[in-house]
């Protein structure tokens, strides 16, 4: 047993991690013995709590880790941080998750290099107070990341052996991280070890992925009374070939922004953009049209169907632009309209006019398709049928998919998952095993 906030007995199935941790929950559940030992560790009593809680009792292990990676870096103070899984076949570490300005998806490690490989390898703290010193190891963070100033790095080991480590970066304050602090990280990387360990979860280096779309220290500027609005403010990121990517972020953070850059429907003023190995940051007209007809497709929350056209009529209109098109019977078919391909859209309900909408996108066959918001519009049980039809799109087409939303749900079905914050990249998650629509529930 262990006892909640209230002081009342709770029912926990990880007995093992109770009984192996159990000077640890004595301290987190007695304030007394907390101040005795630690002083100033008053402050860290409801993190403890509510770093348990969201280790053992959530299912999925990725959310655990990414809400306590999220939570420590809140309490500490700090500009960034990931965690570090090793994945044993084949010696490297990959990262779970992240947070802060950093870009490290598709990005492995060598065991033993670097502070993430050293405190991986012989499972020991690394505190670094000043990384423009002799001794810095260097860190991934420095190439995929903000400037890195100080570091804490602990190790994840649970009973025999040393899994991963927890990395946080840049403590924002002034000084660095003291011993209490030192302490609190070791402890809930113990604890996220045993859990990660009972659980049985792994992680694969699998193959490399190859990159469709990268974006450096994109910024794009709109004039604004006597100045300017900066909404992005130095975007970098790299999308790959047959992947799903969702977009997530509050209003007015820069989701389509981004997008109708990657998409040329927008320019951007400062950066580069490369899309399947050519540059694209600053394209005429003519390489603009070009790109947009043969290597995009687009489905927005808005159906803008064409009224006095059938579904077939619709999909065909968009076949005719292009020169290697499927037959919008197949498109019209791969959306499951089969029997309304000679309804108008007034005729179909909204479900169905989104999933014309996105035959009209892959009609064209196109490597990439980018879906803003293509189920605001919808009712839940519509808006699975949707998710659906992009589902088997990645699965069978091949095709990147790029889709913004407001909706954390749906964000766990993706392949990665980019949120934005305030115009900049705040986070990248790696969905190791991404929900398929039907499991979705909101």
Same mark, same amino acid.
């Given at each position: ?17 109770? *009984? ?5 929950? *004595? ?7 907390? %101040? ?14 509510? #770093? ?5 009792? =959530?299912?999925? *292990? ?13 309490? #500490?103070?700090? /500009? ?13 570490? #990959? ?9 490290? =998806?598709?990005?492995? =490690? ?69 011993? @209490?602090?030192?302490?609190l990280c070791e402890r809930v990387a113990a604890l996220a070890a045993l859990t990660i360990e009972e659980k049985g979860f792994s ?54 922004? #981004? ?25 005429? /007209?003519?390489?603009? =049209?070009?790109?947009?007809? @043969? ?20 999909? !065909? ?34 479900? !169905? !006019? ?18 803003? %918001? ?28 790029? *889709? ?39």
């Amino acid at each position: 047993m262990v006892f909640n906030k209230a002081g009342e007995k709770k029912n926990v199935a990880n007995s093992s991690i109770l *009984m192996y941790n159990y000077n640890w929950f *004595m301290i987190c559940i007695n304030p007394g013995i907390l %101040e005795e030992r630690f002083v100033k560790s008053k402050r860290f009593v409801s993190v403890l709590f509510d #770093l348990l809680q969201q280790l053992l009792e =959530t299912e999925d *292990m990725t959310d655990a880790l990414s809400g306590t990676l999220e939570m420590l870096i809140r309490v #500490l103070n700090c /500009e960034a941080g990931a965690v570090w899984l090793l994945a044993r076949e084949s010696d490297f570490l #990959l990262p779970v998750v992240s947070a802060g300005p950093v870009n490290f =998806t598709n990005i492995s =490690t060598e065991n033993g290099v670097g502070v993430e490989g050293l405190v991986t390898r012989d499972g020991t703290t690394s505190l670094i107070s000043d990384a423009t010193s002799a001794d810095y190891p260097g860190s991934v963070f420095d190439d995929c990341g903000p400037t890195v100033r100080n570091m804490l790095c602990v190790p994840l080991r649970n009973l025999t052996e040393v899994v991963g480590c927890i990395q946080i970066v840049n403590r924002k304050d002034a000084g660095g991280f003291d011993a @209490e602090e030192v302490q609190l990280c070791e402890r809930v990387a113990a604890l996220a070890a045993l859990t990660i360990e009972e659980k049985g979860f792994s992680v694969s280096a699998g193959a490399k992925k190859d990159v469709l779309i990268s974006l450096r220290g994109i910024i794009k500027e709109f004039p604004s009374g006597e100045g300017v609005l900066r909404v992005l403010k130095g975007i970098d990121l790299d999308i790959y070939k047959n992947e799903f990517v969702i977009i997530l972020g509050e209003s007015g953070c820069g989701k389509s922004t #981004l997008v109708n850059i990657i998409g040329g429907m927008d320019h951007l003023t400062d950066g580069t953009l490369t899309i399947d190995g050519k540059d694209f940051s600053h394209p005429t /007209e003519k390489e603009l =049209t070009r790109f947009r007809r @043969e290597y995009m497709g687009f489905v927005f929350q808005q159906y803008n169907l064409m009224p006095n056209l059938t579904a077939q009529e619709n999909v !065909q209109f968009i076949a005719d632009l292009v020169k290697e098109p499927m037959p919008a019977e197949e498109a019209i078919a791969k959306v499951g309209l089969t029997e309304r391909a000679n309804n108008y859209p007034s005729m179909l309900s909204g479900g !169905q !006019q989104q999933r014309v909408s996105i035959a009209r996108a892959i009609v064209k066959n196109p490597k990439i398709i980018f879906a803003d %918001e293509p189920t605001a519009a919808l009712d839940y049980q519509t808006s699975i049928e949707v998710l659906e039809v992009f589902e088997q799109i990645v699965q069978t087409r091949g095709s990147t998919v790029v *889709m913004i939303t407001h909706n954390p749900e749906i964000a766990r079905m993706a392949n990665r998952v980019v949120k934005l914050r305030n115009g900049v990249v705040s986070s990248i998650r790696i969905n190791l095993h991404p929900a398929q629509a039907k499991e979705l529930v909101w």
